[in-house]
């Protein structure tokens, strides 16, 4: 076939939802061609949407659901956990920086990577970078992973919502069922000896009551399923079903609720917090600069872990959401303003959690260092909750405290479901387009199957292994391997020119060596540090045998290993030399559509 005359864009993949109108022959109102740079011969196809794909209702719509996805319960305890970790305020200035050279450029690529090729994370890298295809797969398998532990946190959060409402919280006392002679409560309490041994109310109500971890011995021994929590699950999941079996149409809808009432009670725990005994202390544990913690590696890996995790680029949500956007959707400021959003809210969720741990380290007489020794769930379902039991108001703190919990959870819930769901329906149009609801509830039925190791007795201990594994350096992974296949095989020329078409004007100097090298050098940093520096992994008492972190590894690679199959087999079956198959040049794009005659006829 000979290509020569015909005009350059033509060798661009195009998007299959839209109809294309190339920008040798376009005329906009009498304005300069959007479809061709100013300083550049190379032609850029201008796209324009059509009614084929689903669209956002309103723009809030989109803006509400990225922020959902961003914000969630790593915004309100790992931040200021890490913050005070890692020298309080002076952990800032690593923050910061990581987030504009790394976080916020990566979060910019994406949105505007899914604006542009309207498609999900595995139809995608047709149009990118054919050989990569299999990050969309990993990124498929990585979502569901984070589904099988992820809603079970919420369903904890559930029944914490559901214990509530009593006029005493069950967790404020000794004298339940549960309890055990090491329950120790020195709330109003005099002469009080807290000794190694000692077990707070809140503490034995989470292990003893919710999990009932001490029925297992550990991951040899799980225990049966907790049919409470499994009746908890059920009903996050069905709640999950009805957001996102319409698609955005919905789901855009239920986002205006879960997305802003956090805020709401964000807003009043944090005045709640500020007028408790001893807030203050915890504020200046929590903001003391030390600076000399800057001089350390390990800061500057927390917070580029920090910032990456927070914000969510590589994880396939921001592909899927935006690509329901218009095509001349500003996704430049979208950008900017869901990234500042997200990285504020981690900030003023530390004054919540540190005037609280002010507070209890005053009731206890001790220092707030060791009462901000907990993280992770732990802060979630013991710290938080037993201070919460000895306020005033404790029941209606306690409600809308899980109630934020819920909805927090529900957001990057929705955000990880919906990133498999257009990945899949882009990918197979044919057998999925006209069943969606169909495979909507089978793709939850999935999921709730999987979840239920993490409902039996030593659930927590599956939870924990998941999250250290099934995610961590996987999703680090695939997020350098993107950014490193858009900036350097489909070319940041060409990603700029895509830019251009949409918003009218090629990305600065600033985000072009960003993506090219500052965040892909980022993520390799991360990477790296984080291989090199592996803890010992153990949850409460519990120290994880060596074969479960073999277990933990093979479950990471399941997720990474499509990547090198996928190449492998373009290699192999794909005829032409590697720069033709790794490439979206004229050739690659005939043998990705080869046999479809309508796109050789055109």
Not at 166 to 173: A, E, R
Not at 444 to 464: D, M, R
Request: a neutral charge.
């Amino acid at each position: 076939i000979d290509l020569e005359p015909l005009n350059q864009s033509w060798i661009y993949p195009m998007p299959r939802q839209d109809s294309t109108v190339m920008a040798g022959s376009l005329t906009h109102h009498g304005s300069p061609n959007p479809g061709y740079s100013s300083n550049n011969a190379v032609p850029v196809p201008v796209i324009t949407q059509t009614d084929s794909r689903d669209k956002w209702s309103k723009k809030m719509d989109f803006l509400l659901s990225v922020i959902g996805f961003a914000v969630d319960l790593g915004n309100v305890w790992r931040f200021p956990y890490v913050c005070y970790q890692n020298g309080g305020g002076a952990f800032l200035i690593p923050y910061i920086l990581m987030a504009i050279f790394g976080g916020v450029p990566l979060f910019y690529m994406e949105l505007a990577l899914g604006q542009f090729h309207r498609t999900g994370a595995i139809s995608i890298w047709k149009h990118i970078c054919p050989i990569f295809k299999g990050i969309g797969y990993a990124i498929c398998i990585i979502a569901l992973y984070v589904s099988f532990y992820y809603n079970t946190i919420i369903a904890w959060a559930l029944f914490y919502f559901y214990s509530s409402f009593s006029s005493i919280l069950p967790w404020t006392n000794c004298d339940n069922v549960w309890n055990t002679p090491d329950c120790t409560n020195y709330f109003g309490m005099d002469n009080v000896t807290w000794t190694n041994s000692s077990r707070s109310p809140a503490e034995e109500f989470y292990t003893r009551n919710v999990l009932e971890i001490h029925k297992s011995s550990g991951l040899k021994n799980v225990g049966g399923v907790r049919w409470q929590l499994m009746l908890c699950l059920f009903l996050i999941f069905t709640i999950v079903y009805f957001s996102l079996w319409k698609g955005v149409k919905t789901s855009g809808k239920v986002v205006w609720v879960t997305a802003t009432l956090p805020y709401i009670v964000l807003f009043i725990l944090l005045i709640r917090g500020a007028t408790l005994p001893g807030a203050w202390r915890g504020v200046v544990f929590y903001l003391k600069p030390q600076w000399e913690k800057l001089l350390e590696t390990s800061v500057w890996v927390d917070a580029a872990a920090q910032i990456f995790f927070s914000l969510g680029p590589g994880f396939g949500v921001l592909l899927a959401l935006s690509s329901y956007n218009p095509f001349t959707n500003n996704c430049y400021r979208d950008a900017i303003v869901t990234s500042l959003v997200n990285c504020l809210t981690s900030f003023v969720s530390g004054f919540v959690i540190f005037t609280v741990l002010g507070y209890m380290a005053e009731m206890r007489k001790v220092e707030v260092e060791d009462v901000a020794r907990d993280k992770g769930p732990s802060l979630l379902f013991i710290t938080y909750p037993e201070a919460i039991a000895n306020m005033m108001g404790s029941t209606f703190f306690a409600i809308i405290f899980f109630v934020m919990m819920i909805t927090l959870g529900l957001d990057s819930t929705f955000g990880g479901l919906e990133a498999i769901i257009t990945a899949v329906l882009d990918e197979y149009p044919d057998h999925f387009s006209h069943r969606r609801e169909l495979f909507v509830l089978c793709l939850v039925v999935v999921c709730f199957l999987g979840s239920l190791s993490t409902l039996t007795n030593g659930g927590a201990y599956v939870v924990k292994l998941l999250e250290e594994f099934g995610v961590g350096c996987s999703i680090i992974a695939v997020g350098f391997l993107e950014a490193i296949a858009v900036s350097w095989f489909y070319g940041i020329k060409r990603f700029s020119n895509d830019v251009q078409a949409m918003l009218g004007k090629a990305p600065g100097l600033f985000w072009k060596v960003c993506w090219v090298a500052i965040s892909p050098a980022f993520l390799a940093y991360i990477i790296v540090s984080s291989l090199l520096k592996a803890p010992p992994l153990a949850l409460f008492d519990y120290k994880y045998p060596d074969w479960s972190i073999t277990v933990g590894y093979i479950i990471g690679f399941s997720s990474f290993m499509w990547i090198p199959i996928y190449m492998v087999y373009k290699l192999v079956w794909t005829p032409g030399s590697l720069k033709q198959t790794s490439t979206p040049t004229a050739s690659t794009w005939l043998l990705c559509h080869r046999g479809k005659k309508k796109h050789l006829n055109t």
